[in-house]
């Protein structure tokens, strides 16, 4: 049930890999999709407008949640190619209880301070009560979405992205019946669509489980390997966290520029949510091949192979800039009709911001496939650190067009804060990749025993 990627032609591996993987992402994405097309459609315009209003918070929280999930399975990652399971399968017993404890540290914070953040995002008041209604369920949700995701990653680590694409099919479905019937036939609030959300992602989770536990021998685990261990944690930490910070380190830029749109009226902050919805799809390719490549990497440092580090970032390069330019097209020429998804036509003025936002961005995207492919390459190579460097970066240019470019452009500055983001970001990244691999390459002419050491501390 497994997958080794440290042997083989490189993209037809990578490829039968991400397929799966983006389909599940589709379905991940349904479930926000699906919130806002029946909130937007049974409830209304403003009830839309309050879910796209907790869009940064709910990146700044899950974003750290799930990052951290996906940092905790690269070590697993490098573990796997290496072939040393016994390692292996210690490392993600001591990934569950780290992201156990982080877990419940992070739904008691988030659950405490979600109406306080919101007050202070200047969330506009006709909207501020649906937006906490939302999100303060999907907060209390966040052990349910840290433990399928962490199961999804440790999957994906071991060469698997086709198990959770199945159980997020069915979940999806459940999502979207359980929306209908309380919002649409009970007439239940949009607290409703976060208690469909965070109820399909549960079930994912346990069909994962199950799943894992009847399929997978290689994860039959040992007293021993069981056994907590701080040295692992310590590991496992210094990969997770940067990792969940880069996150929300971003998320924080864009909690700012919400702020900035809040201030802007309702009108506009539906035309950012709608926008954002429809990114989400287009995003889609290039996040699932970002994940690609940080399996593909992770695998390979295990083994040692920087030739094929290097081929497959140059596949994942090129791949990326071909997709970005046809959906940049898309989005420029097919923007006001994938708006009419979620908003009424007659919202003309929702509409035409919408159209404005997605040409100004569209043009960015492959300074995005870049960002991407290199910030989740360097992740599996274990270097974790310049990923969170660039999330610096990317928080500053959007602090600043949310601070000082509003005043003064207003909607104009918006629409260019994540391509100002993407390039920042691009600055420190491209260079820091060869970088990286000239520091590989003078770990891979040590003795074996060296480079394996090297590559288990990692």
């Not at 573990?79 to 739904?107: C, E, H, K, Q």
């Not at 994940?291 to 497959?312: F, H, S």
């Not at 970066?393 to 452009?409: H, I, N, S």
Request: charged share 10%.
């Amino acid at each position: 049930m497994t997958k080794d990627m440290t042997k083989g032609n490189p993209f037809p591996i990578m490829l039968s890999f991400a397929l799966p993987l983006f389909l599940g992402n589709v379905f991940q994405q349904l479930y926000n999709i699906i919130d806002s097309v029946v909130v937007g459609r049974a409830i209304g315009a403003n009830a839309l407008a309050a879910v796209g209003a907790t869009v940064p918070l709910n990146f700044l929280i899950l974003g750290f949640a799930m990052g951290l999930c996906s940092g905790l399975c690269i070590p697993v990652a490098q573990r796997f190619g290496a072939g040393d399971i016994p390692a292996m399968r210690a490392y993600i017993a001591n990934a569950a209880y780290l992201a156990s404890v982080i877990g419940v540290i992070i739904t008691v914070i988030a659950v405490l301070f979600t109406r306080p953040t919101l007050e202070l995002l200047n969330t506009p008041p006709e909207i501020i009560d649906d937006a906490y209604d939302f999100i303060v369920v999907i907060f209390a949700g966040i052990p349910s979405i840290m433990f399928y995701n962490l199961l999804a990653g440790i999957l994906r680590a071991l060469g698997d992205s086709k198990t959770p694409l199945y159980f997020l099919v069915v979940a999806c479905i459940i999502n979207a019946v359980a929306d209908i019937v309380m919002i649409v036939g009970l007439g239940m609030g949009v607290g409703a669509a976060g208690i469909a959300t965070v109820g399909a992602q549960t079930l994912s989770g346990f069909l994962c489980l199950f799943y894992m536990r009847k399929n997978f021998p290689v994860l039959t685990f040992s007293k021993d390997e069981l056994k907590p261990s701080l040295a692992r944690m310590k590991t496992l930490a210094s990969v997770g966290l940067p990792m969940a910070l880069q996150f929300s380190i971003i998320a924080i830029g864009s909690l700012i520029l919400q702020w900035s749109v809040n201030g802007l009226g309702t009108i506009k902050v539906t035309a950012v949510t709608t926008a954002n919805r429809i990114t989400q799809l287009t995003f889609m390719p290039l996040d699932t091949l970002g994940i690609t490549m940080a399996t593909y990497c992770g695998q390979n440092l295990g083994a040692g192979k920087l030739d094929r580090i290097r081929k497959g970032v140059g596949i994942g390069i090129k791949t990326g800039l071909v997709y970005s330019v046809v959906a940049g097209v898309a989005l420029a020429f097919l923007g006001q009709y994938m708006g009419m998804l979620f908003v009424s036509p007659k919202e003309t003025a929702v509409l035409n911001d919408l159209v404005y936002f997605l040409r100004i961005v569209s043009v960015a995207y492959p300074t995005l496939a870049v960002l991407l492919v290199i910030r989740n390459s360097l992740q599996g190579m274990g270097f974790p650190l310049v990923p969170l460097g660039a999330g610096l970066l990317e928080m500053a240019a959007r602090m600043f067009a949310a601070l000082a470019l509003v005043k003064l452009w207003g909607f104009f500055a918006v629409c260019i804060s994540a391509p100002m983001a993407w390039v920042g970001g691009d600055i420190l990244l491209i260079p820091a990749y060869f970088v990286a691999i000239a520091k590989l390459k003078k770990r891979f002419a040590l003795p074996s025993t060296v480079v394996a050491q090297k590559a288990a501390e990692s």
